[in-house]
């Protein structure tokens, strides 16, 4: 492999690591399919067939083909990822999972997530313009360290100019509801320039981004969630630098820095919906309780990467990272904040804010081993400190106290080519060192509720919430995780493998701990701050010959104390600790057809997963059915693509399938989905000066309830969202 071609590589993320580049994006992607791709998600620069991993790559047409159909990317991971949960269209992402696990976003290899107290605004740190690819990597594994218990959604940066002087892009978009309603209107304005002079280059840019309100296939605007926060109605603002310089001809020095903030503009206030008669959460001109819920990330990285230091690739990072999240304030008068000792109960209003710091950095050096080059080593070191609290900003309480995450974790890896690459072997270990440090703190004095049901008839209704003591504690664990596997390909383009790997976070510590009703709790001896640990097991086969690119995956997973999101009736979300027991199929195949540039896709998803749902006796015996919260439904993608010269056009559908929720926790089934489907289309021509595009959303106007709201809180009347209604999106953008 060209050394200087992985040092570009190299650039657009640090901490390389390959496995099977599948890109089932209908979009052509000539560098997605290159097999000498480095997949930076993952830790090596080995060729996509020595390790048994799935991995997608989104390239970058692919990616701004979804970005104009829904504008986020997000979006685009959701719509190309069969097991991936359809998005809530919403600012949170909460509920939304990868193989029914939670997925690590990571930015250039550095963590989005806050697992200490999940704010799910992971997804929202950088705005799509700037991202040159997306990398999944499915199921539980620990390459990233901590929080990808369902997968790695690795997003790309734009890269470092290859060509001496000044380069660019520019975007122009504008968005409209079916019925180009004032208010429905949205746009988009971005630039990026870039500049190259000998060993020194730079790039800036800035995309600014309007949303109206959303229209649902009736005409009538979308519900708001103002307390988890909204994409629609607001306004949007990213920026983006690059420095780098090339100490050497394989050595490089890249520093990345980027700021995301995207605040809804509070127009409007919900309007409760009709679950019994099938209408839903709506919107009406309002001016909402206090701030309007918003996020802000802002990121700093420094890496320096050597492709040939001693005849082998060593790769360094450090970073910083902060958010802040605001969740609004949709009732006034929540029951959670309430304490008589600031106001008489029922008039004190209140929000939260999540605040979280991250500093990191990751160190790695592979080299074949000298005299035996069939065996390859990897060793490297992590580390991560993050501080992660929740505030109460209108009167300047502390809801979740603040927690230190520490975590420092050498790992290892090998890899073993036989009998000419017929068969390789692969293999690691990882050893993680967790300290979590929290001091004592007083839970807040409100009053709220437990839910009655035919299982739960004592100690249920209006109970005290907290106002006690907790003694804080530094709870520690320390685990080895590993992973391997086998891969056979027995001719070019055809290969099978099987694997085992172990991946890990912490539960929602934040909602457990702020959870704390009982005097005397000690945090030392508090069993549910266990770490999750959960692994995945896989078979599969891989096609990719002439015309044909097809994969097949079956997959099981366990945790033995896994993280379950279980509803109060106060809309707010506990979690409970139990084994949980997920497994499923994950099909794809795309065919060249016979007329050039033409192609037809197909996948296919089926998820099954069960939970031991006795919290206060756990047997260990799974007997309930993973709800809507907790997994996604199964789904059938189709798309047709056409690719050739200055056109290129998309079709695609989604149909995700009906469920029915089984189990001894689900009596009464209220929680059952229906099922629906939703058909996307774009076209864009290239033209002597840019390219023009012209995408449509939901292209037949179909109404429908959202998965989420289906299923995850059955009888709330605000929180029964629809799906966004027909929206055309015209685009020109310009490279120079």
Known sequence: MNRKWIAAALLSSTLPFPAFAQDNAPADDAAAQDDSIVVTAARTILPPNALPLTIDIIGKDALDQQLAIAGSVTDAVATLTPSFSPTRQKLSGAGETLRGRSPLYAINGIPQSTPMRD??????????????????????????????????VNQVTVGAPKEEGIGGRVLLQGTADDGFSKDGLGGKIAGLIQYKAGRFDATVGAAFEKRGAFYDGEGRRVGLNLTQGETQDSKTLSLFARLGYELSPTARLDLIASRFELKGDGDYIALAGNRLTGVPTSAVRGIPPGESAQNRTESVALSLTDTDLGGGNFVSQIFFNRSRDTFGGEVATQATFQDPALAPVGTLFDQSQNRSRKLGGKFSYERAVPGFEALTLTIGFD????????????????????????????????????????????????????????????????????????????NCGPSTYGGVDVAGG?????????????????????????????????????????????????????LDISPVVSNNREIG??????????????????????????????????????????????????????IDGLKLGVGYAHLKGKYDSDSANPDGIVDTDLDGTNISPDRLNLNASYNKGTLSALIQTQFFLDRTFHGKANPDQRNNF???????ASIRYQTGFGGLSFSVQNLFDKFYIDYSSDTRLPTDNLAYFAGRGRTFMLGWDYRF
């Open 119 to 152: 704010g799910s605004r992971d997804g929202f740190t950088i705005d799509g313009f700037f991202v040159d690819r997306v990398e999944l990597i499915y199921g539980s594994n620990a390459l990233q360290g901590i929080g990808g218990t369902g997968g790695i």
């Open 383 to 458: 580390a991560l400190f993050d501080k992660t609290e929740q505030a109460l900003i209108a009167t300047g309480r502390v809801w979740v106290p603040p927690s230190d995450f520490r975590s420092l974790a050498p790992f290892g890896q090998a890899n073993l080519k036989l009998m000419g690459g017929l068969v390789r072997v692969a293999g690691g270990v990882r050893w993680e060192n967790v300290k979590i440090r929290i001091d004592d703190y007083h839970t807040l004095a409100s009053t709220t509720f437990r839910a009655c049901s035919a299982t739960v008839t004592t």
């Open 474 to 526: 530094k709870p520690t664990f320390k685990d080895l995780l590993i992973n391997g596997g086998v891969i056979v390909e027995p001719w070019d383009g055809i290969r099978a493998y099987a694997s085992y790997a172990e991946g890990f976070t912490v539960p929602d510590i934040g909602r457990i701990t702020r959870a704390v009703s009982t005097a005397g709790v000690d945090i030392d001896s508090f």
């Open 541 to 594: 086969v891989e096609l990719k010959r002439g015309p044909l690119d097809a994969t097949a995956t079956y997959f099981w997973s366990s945790s033995d104390k896994g993280q379950l999101l279980i509803a109060r009736p106060d809309r707010i979300f506990d979690v409970q600790r139990q084994r949980v027991e997920i497994e499923g199929i994950e099909v794809t195949l795309r065919v060249a057809m016979p």
């Open 674 to 680: 229906g099922g629906y489907n939703v058909t996307d």
